[in-house]
């Protein structure tokens, strides 16, 4: 199983991204998948989910900011984040699954003010 994000970089305050995660598994089909974010000395959170069927779900911090979707015919899962702020700073993980080890290897999203 490997999973593949990308999308992160460097980007200002209120600026836009999209991250991401193409997954290797027929897994995808049947599976949760979920964006999460570790910023430095910091525990990685759960950022938003989506399920097999197109259940969203957000952590407060990112409701009406972020999106997250699903193609299911690409197994890829995509996170459009806007109006980016500084607190958004973090390295950004997908997930396939819940308490898996299937993880993507991270991509860095710095927000400057």
């Known amino acids: 199983v490997q999973l593949q994000a990308c999308g992160g970089g460097p980007v200002k305050e209120g600026g836009s991204l999209r991250l991401s995660c193409v997954v290797s598994t027929d897994l995808f089909n049947t599976n949760i998948v979920g964006w999460y974010r570790q910023a430095p000395g910091q525990q990685r959170d759960l950022v938003a989910s989506?399920?097999?069927?197109?259940?969203?779900n957000y952590a407060n911090s990112v409701k009406g900011r972020f999106t997250i979707s699903r193609d299911n015919a690409e197994k890829t899962v995509h996170l459009q984040m806007n109006d980016l702020k500084p607190e958004d700073t973090a390295v950004y993980y997908c997930?396939?699954?819940?308490?898996?080890?299937?993880w993507g290897h991270g991509t860095q999203v710095t927000v400057s003010s």
């Open positions: 997930r396939l699954g819940w308490h898996t080890n299937y």
């Open positions: 989506v399920t097999a069927i197109g259940v969203t």
